[in-house]
């Protein structure tokens, strides 16, 4: 651009007098009073601001000081032109730079003049003023519906919406006229608040000074422009964070100005360094102007705060690319402002006047309620009010507006702040604190319109949603609060006490999140706190359990949110509850958040409070309430109601670890006697009964003896201990005496729930079983010939017939118990198998056929009853008896076991969503093989064998691939010695005739069936297909040559494996006529050689490999060449193959598929060919030659391809690399090292890694050591630079294979001790953890294995890496690698400790520095006080908590280690052969040791004590680190404890005396000097 001419244009001074008469739009007159005071073209998009910065420089201002007079007096007005200019981005971009070419006295001077603050606040309040709440927050990406602003000339002014009117206007001043309506598109809003922002940015750096006396001078001169009132301050924070707010419920497109601010805060810094600058009121005693912020300012914080820790509006946010700023951090810093701005002026104030007013006799003369926090609740009154507001428009419409949504979820937001600002560093200030943080409680409960009195109308759904989050807060950061408060909040809000007619809500999340905070609000109350007026209840837990009954059963497995009982008017409303009890299908529903959110919690509160019994009396109340007993006759069987939620199972479960533990044995025998007196009167009245008609008398009976027996039945499912049962065996027996007599009446087993009792007596029976005498069997031992065995047969077979599937299933059960306890008995042995069998031939008789003698040869699939409903029926009791007692399968009769089998069989292979099944089977399968007789497995390898071997049609319906696939994946589980060899040969003869069928098999069929082949041919099978007809076996490898079947390495690999093992047992029997003939038979084959040597069938190949490999040279064709010959070929025809894929057409990016095979294929069989085969052979030769010439551009010297760009997979580098190495096919083995280095450098597998590291070991064998030194610079570089990833296997192992001796050169020696100083070198440098693992295992290597590597310099170098990786200026590893990183360093320390201690000698003061910093890693910072622990390392996050338990146990190992060390430790391998006669010697040594080490402890002791001061432990790791700290106190004298005490500050002194009497009490005794 042309410089600017200042002789071509006419005077400046005229032209700036006459901008407002010579042009009349604004636009026009910026532009012109840009051009007078020079600023370039383009100065206004930002295109010139390099050279608005040199006009700067320049001392001639007073046009430019003109200009900015004249734009302040534009933006000045308060009429219609003032809006207009204040809404003109050009005006504000110009004010800009008026401002950086005038002198700060100066435009600090017409700032203060044109009142610059004013002009501020009113531009912010005419375009962001409108309240936030008539705004929705959009929750995802926007478009702007409005026309976008052309900002570029005419558009840049505001549009101007007028009333159109052509009548004369009167004369007036521009005050009088009615001010015009300014608006802006959504974009123009974005950038008119960018460069108002500018504008205050730009005054702000003015009013900064660099430290010296004048700028500061002058830097105070532009302060005074934004020094203003409290009140002032307060419109401008509050129009700002407004302006902020509605930028950002435009979307994340449209608030660029915000989202992409210079501050990264949301360009919140600048409006709040205006903020700290205000005056302070005369009247505000504490500095805050907490009242002018919580009228101006509360609700707009609150609600910018809500909407910026809302997940769910910022998540669209960070899509937007904003310029590379960290939304995350932007976020962060901004919230943590809003949060400063809130406790500074509101909590921190009101807490000082909170316990200033402690002893004001207002509050002393209260008796009831807690103390008010007045002036919390005075500055939260705006809150108040716009939440009234809001609940007013839920009350009238039914729904909350979406724009009051970020208002109140913005209430336990500051319930929060309020708690983090408060100081509970130690349980005394904890429970001082506790009074504010109630009534900060209190007060935003009344915020939230849910006051802790009865409300006068029925509170809405968003504020007992906003009171349960608040209690969800009072619960995460473990806050508690006065009972009476929260049995307010469950009186007036919990919906269970209905005072109207009108339908009432029950609240059951908000019960839920009470009793998560404090559960022991639902006990009873004491005599003592009892409310004689009945205002209170004194029995919370009566109306909890009263209202959990009255819910309907029918929907307790429901998931619905919200349910309507119309019998009693009462709305369920569950919202929110559902979705936090997980997602494993049982807990999201009603009956399961009822259990664990409320039922639970509440009987662990009892238990807690020493009060089981009474939940126990409650539970057996509410039974007898929910328990539905009808005496009238029915036709049919009877059928059972829904279980209420009294009698599920987790009750039982969750009571059983708190009975023994919670209740004396006489405390639990009363509750036995108390529930057997209820089935003794039921006893009673039938006995005693004229006639059993339906009487209150005999139905009242009923209800409580089957209340009785539920809780019965649960109190035996908790007994443990077998101390407890023998106390218990007078009221076990009574129990038992007094059901076996109730079931013998007919009218009793017809109306009772004999689920329960066939339960009750299971159990009865086990526990008295176990407990009674062998010389005095008792009447037990007549149970299994008594009428109850009949009785249970009955209720089989009554199932069968439609009756209540529990009822039968716990008939089973109590059979099954009986017969397993018979069966030690050897006369009862045929009563066992009798009952047994005759119970399993009723349940399997309608679903499968029973094996009988025309089912000689087993049972087919064909005959089955498919009706997948009845044995899904059945497969619960099958299932009790698989898991419970599999002992009972040698018992029952072989036809049914065999039915049995196939039936479990065909569930599990057919039924695909229920996983549980198939583990079922499988660990039945497991015991049944490793436990049971051979007639029981050979039972159940039939019913395997059935779904391989039955190709029926019917098989062929139920997806007989699916069949075969399951019987094979459990053969695999089956161990190879529980399999007869008859079954194993039927089974690969089958699979053989699958392979070798007409039906197409997809790849991953073929690949399980050879893969189940390979594992049955780890045993001989000598009469298997395969193992007789070498021509099957050929078959099978031409498999692999089908299209349909791509080729995979993995099939191919499973073949040549089957190949060989096969060939393997035959050559194990090469002498019998058999084998002999077998290996004849595949050498006639082979011979004819041109039909099997072919590239495109990979499973000829494999084949012919896999014969050449196991056979030997004689052993096919005796005295013959067929090895060579065949071997001879390949080469050949490979050389051709080869040569004819030219260089140029192999080695392209783009290479076909095909080629690579071929590839891979020859590759492959090159691995394989004996070296010695190949030596002088023209056409290998040739081959050698061409592979090194495909590898030189990868790996020479002087290489220019990348290996990125290579056409070969990582598969084909890997065979390429054994072939390099078997026939060195490179010219030095630096060559060969830098190709191992790159493809370790490939994105491998785990094999393919583990195939080129043994490679390369394998072609270190034959080097020297010497040759073996010289590789260590390729793999070291300099100290400075990193190792390369590669380098680091290769370098571990090249030191795996050095060996002590070998070496006579001096300087190679040297270079030996040298190396274990030059690897520790690169720890602290490493930036990722794969690298810092590999230098790791090369040092530990050294230190175990390599003690020739080890020397003073290294053991010192070691020290002193470990010692910079854990200290503040160590490697930026990730912070989530921690654990298993700070268990390594221990590790290798623990090693050096252990192996080279003798070698340490007297420099024990460098490793207590070590022990001290890895010490520092467990300790957490306060994240209250604000200061971190100054002695992390930058891979362990400060404020969490990255090292568990174990890395405890790793410390304490090693602190272990130091302290009592092993005699080996101390004197060093070379004594031990003479150990036996210098065994006081020897001791002494270690004693020395310990008093060695032990002068160093103290030192560790105190750093341990400091720590404690600036951080924490976790409890678990606290546990597991102590034995660490105690084991080194013991090696301590007792006067070297006492000095260190003196030294020792106040605060540390007072740490170690309350470590010094743990110690005392874990060691049981008093520390005695020695």
């Known amino acids: 651009m042309a410089p600017i001419s200042q002789s071509a244009t006419p005077p400046s001074l005229p032209r700036l007098l006459s901008l407002d008469n010579t042009f009349p739009d604004l636009n026009d007159q910026i532009r012109q009073a840009a051009q007078i005071i020079g600023l370039p073209d383009g100065w206004d998009d930002g295109a010139a601001e390099f050279q608005c910065k040199v006009l700067r420089k320049q001392r001639f201002h007073a046009r430019a000081e003109w200009v900015l007079r004249w734009i302040l007096d534009k933006l000045k007005p308060q009429n219609a032109n003032g809006i207009r200019a204040r809404t003109n981005i050009k005006a504000w971009k110009l004010l800009k730079q008026a401002i950086s070419l005038v002198p700060v006295i100066n435009a600090a001077s017409l700032l203060r003049t044109a009142d610059y603050a004013g002009i501020l606040e009113r531009v912010l309040e005419e375009n962001f003023g409108k309240d936030e709440h008539d705004k929705t927050v959009k929750r995802g990406p926007t478009q702007d519906t409005e026309a976008a602003l052309d900002l570029s000339e005419s558009s840049a002014t505001a549009e101007e919406h007028l009333e159109s009117s052509r009548k004369r206007k009167r004369l007036s001043s521009d005050t009088d006229r009615p001010m015009k309506q300014v608006a802006l598109g959504t974009s123009g809003l974005d950038e008119l608040f960018a460069v108002i922002a500018n504008v205050l940015e730009a005054i702000l750096v003015q009013s900064k000074s660099d430290g010296s006396i004048e700028d500061a001078m002058v830097a105070e001169h532009m302060k005074m422009v934004l020094r203003i009132s409290s009140a002032q301050a307060a419109r401008l924070l509050k129009f700002w964070l407004k302006g902020i707010f509605n930028l950002l419920t435009l979307g994340p497109e449209i608030a660029t100005s915000v989202l992409d601010a210079p501050d990264h805060c949301l360009r919140l810094s600048p409006i709040l360094e205006v903020w700290e600058m205000r005056t302070q009121d005369t009247k505000d005693q504490s500095d805050a102007s907490a009242n002018l912020f919580s009228t101006e300012c509360l609700t707009t914080v609150a609600t910018l705060l809500s909407i910026l820790k809302d997940n769910t509006s910022v998540v669209h946010w960070g899509m937007c690319k904003t310029q590379g700023k960290d939304l995350p951090l932007v976020r962060k810093t901004a919230i943590q402002s809003l949060e400063q701005l809130l406790a500074r002026h509101v909590f921190g104030p009101s807490r000082t006047a909170f316990f200033a007013d402690v002893a004001d006799t207002v509050n002393s003369s209260e008796k009831e309620g807690p103390r008010r926090a007045r002036n919390l609740s005075l500055y939260l009154h705006p809150l108040n009010i716009k939440i009234g507001q809001a609940a007013s428009f839920e009350g009238m419409s039914g729904s909350l507006p979406t724009s009051f949504e970020p208002l109140l979820s913005a209430i336990p937001q500051l319930l929060d702040i309020a708690i983090r600002c408060s100081l509970r560093h130690s349980p005394r200030k904890k429970f001082a604190e506790r009074p504010w943080l109630q009534a900060v409680f209190v007060v935003l409960c009344e915020c939230s319109g849910c006051p802790l009195r009865s409300p006068g109308s029925p509170s809405t759904q968003s504020a007992i949603a906003v009171l349960g989050d608040m209690l969800a807060v009072l619960t995460e950061k473990d806050v508690p609060v006065d009972y009476s408060i929260l049995e307010d909040i469950f009186r007036f809000y919990a919906g269970m006490y209905k005072v109207s007619a009108q339908k009432s809500t029950i609240w059951w999340g908000l019960v839920a999140k009470l009793t998560a905070l404090n559960p022991d609000i639902f006990l009873p109350k004491s005599k003592a706190n009892t409310d004689s007026s009945g205002a209170r209840p004194n029995d919370l837990s009566a109306i909890l359990f009263e209202q959990i009954s009255a819910f309907p059963a029918e929907n307790l497995n429901s998931n619905k949110a919200i349910y309507m009982d119309d019998g009693l008017s009462i709305w369920h409303n569950f919202t929110g509850l559902l979705d936090q009890c997980g997602p494993d299908g049982h807990h999201n529903t009603v009956r399961g958040v009822l259990q664990q959110s409320i039922l639970i919690p509440v009987l662990r509160a009892f238990a807690k409070n020493r009060d089981l019994l009474g939940f126990i009396s409650r539970w057996h109340t509410q039974l007898t309430e929910v328990v539905s007993v009808s005496l009238a006759p029915t036709a049919g069987p009877r059928k059972r109601a829904e279980r209420s939620i009294w009698e599920d199972f987790e009750l039982s479960s969750a009571l059983a670890p708190l009975l023994e533990s919670t209740l004396t044995l006489k405390q639990t025998s009363g509750l036995f006697e108390q529930h057997g007196v209820s089935l003794s009167s039921l006893l009673d009245v039938l006995r005693n009964a004229t006639s059993l008609t339906q009487s209150s008398e005999l139905e009242q009976a009923f209800k409580n003896a089957n209340s009785s027996a539920i809780l019965v039945d649960v109190l035996l499912r908790c007994l443990c201990l077998d101390e407890t049962v023998a106390g218990l065996e007078p009221q076990l027996k009574a129990l038992h005496l007094g059901i076996s007599a109730l079931i013998e009446h007919e009218y009793f087993r017809s109306h009772a729930d004999m689920a329960v009792v066939w339960s009750i007596l299971s159990r009865l029976f086990a526990l008295l079983w176990d407990i009674a005498s062998n010389e005095s069997p008792g009447p037990l031992h ?19 017939q439609g009756a209540s599937k529990e009822e039968s299933d716990s008939a089973f059960a109590f059979l099954l118990t009986v017969c397993d306890r018979f069966r030690s008995i050897p006369s009862s042995k045929k009563s066992v198998c009798e009952h047994l069998g005759q119970a399993l031939s009723a349940i399997l008789q309608n679903t499968f056929p029973l094996q009988t003698e025309s089912h000689k040869d087993g049972i087919s699939l064909d005959e089955f009853k ?3 409903t009845s044995i899904q029926k059945t497969f619960r009791k099958l299932e ?25 069989y065909w569930v599990v292979s057919t039924d695909h969503t229920n996983s549980a099944s198939d583990q079922l089977l499988q660990a039945c399968s497991e015991f049944v093989f490793s436990n049971l007789g051979s007639n029981v497995r050979n039972d159940m390898l039939s019913a395997l064998f059935a779904g391989i071997d039955n190709m029926s049609s019917a098989a062929r319906n139920l997806k007989s691939q699916d ?33 070798l069928g007409k039906q197409e098999l997809s790849r991953e069929q073929v690949l399980r069936h050879l893969a189940l082949m390979v594992q049955l041919m780890e045993v001989p099978n000598s009469s298997a297909k395969i193992c007789t007809e070498p021509m099957s076996l050929i078959r099978i490898a031409r498999i692999a040559d089908k299209e349909s079947i791509e080729t995979d390495r993995n099939i191919l690999d499973k073949l040549e494996a089957l190949v060989k093992l096969i060939l393997h047992h035959i050559l194990s029997e090469k002498d019998q006529k058999r084998s002999q003939g077998y290996l004849e038979q595949i050498g006639i084959y082979l011979s004819h050689h041109d039909n099997v040597i072919s590239l495109e069938n990979p499973g000829y190949l494999a084949f012919v490999k896999a ?6 040279k004689d052993e096919i064709f005796p005295g013959g060449n067929l090895h060579e010959t065949i071997q001879q070929h390949f080469l050949s025809t490979f050389e051709k193959k080869m040569t004819g894929s030219t260089l140029s057409g192999l080695l392209k990016v783009g290479v076909s598929a095909p080629k690579l095979c071929d590839l891979d294929m020859m590759l492959d069989f090159l691995c394989d060919v004996p070296v010695e085969l190949v030596g002088g052979n023209g056409a290998f030769e040739r081959l050698k030659g061409l592979l090194q010439e495909w590898i030189n551009p990868y790996f020479s010297p002087s290489a220019q391809l990348p290996l990125a760009k290579a056409p070969f997979m990582p598969g084909t580098w890997c065979l390429l690399h054994n072939v390099v190495a078997r026939f060195h096919i490179y010219p030095d083995y630096n060559h ?69 001796g070998g070496l006579d050169d001096a300087d190679r020696k040297q270079q030996l001790s040298a190396l274990l100083g030059k690897i520790v070198v690169y720890l602290p440098i490493s930036s990722d953890i794969a690298r810092f693992n590999s230098l790791l295992d090369c040092v530990n290597t050294i230190l175990r294995d390599k003690p020739f590597l080890v ?40 090693i050096l400790f252990s192996l080279h201690r003798s070698r340490l000698g007297g420099r024990f003061h460098l490793l207590i520095p070590l022990l001290q910093r890895l010490l520092s890693c467990f300790f957490i910072s306060n994240a209250t006080r604000r200061t971190k622990n100054p002695y992390l390392p930058p891979w362990i996050h400060p404020y969490s908590t990255p090292l568990t338990p174990a890395n405890a146990i790793s410390y304490t190992r090693l602190l272990t280690t130091l302290s009592s060390p092993t005699v080996s430790s101390v004197t060093g391998p070379q004594h031990h052969h003479n150990r036996s006669r210098k065994q006081a010697a020897l001791v002494d040594a270690t004693k020395k040791a310990r008093q060695y080490a032990g002068q160093y402890i103290p030192s560790l002791i105190v750093w341990f004590c400091k720590c404690l001061l600036s951080g924490r432990l976790e409890p678990k790791v606290r546990e597991r680190l102590m034995p660490g700290v105690w084991a080194c106190l013991e090696t301590v004298e007792m006067e070297a404890l006492k000095a260190m005490s003196s030294g020792l500050g106040s605060n540390e002194r007072a740490i170690w005396r309350g470590l010094y009497a743990e110690w005392r009490r874990t060691s049981g005794v008093g520390r005695k000097p020695e």
Do not use: W
């Open 880 to 904: 009790l008896l698989l898991v419970r007692f599999p002992s009972l399968l040698e018992f029952i009769p072989s036809n049914l076991r065999a039915s049995l089998f196939l039936q479990i």
């Open 1107 to 1112: 014969v050449m490999a196991t056979v030997g």
């Open 1351 to 1390: 020397s003073q310099f290294g053991i010192e170098a070691l020290i002193a890496a470990i010692l910079t990786t854990v200290c503040p200026t160590g490697p930026s590893l990730p912070p989530q690698h921690a654990p298993a990183l700070f268990t390594r360093l221990c590790e290798t320390t623990n």
């Open 963 to 995: 069949l075969i696939e399951f019987s094979e994946n459990l053969y695999f589980q089956i161990p190879l010695q529980a399999l007869p060899r008859k079954h194993r040969e039927a089974v690969l003869d089958r699979i053989t005739d699958i392979l």
């Open 782 to 800: 007549s149970v299994l010939d008594s009428k109850m065995i009949e009785l249970v047969h009955e209720n089989i077979s009554a199932n069968i």
């Open 866 to 868: 498919l009706d997948k």
């Open 1232 to 1300: 060969f090292l830098r190709m191992s280095q790159g493809l370790l450098q490939l994105d491998l597998s785990a094999k393919e890694f583990r195939a080129i590291l043994i490679t390369f070991k394998k072609s270190l064998l034959p080097l020297d050591m010497s040759t073996k030194l010289q590789l260590l610079p390729s793999l070291l570089p300099s100290e400075t630079d990193e190792v390369e990833v590669g380098s680091l296997p290769i370098l571990h192992a090249l030191i795996s294979s050095f060996e002590h």
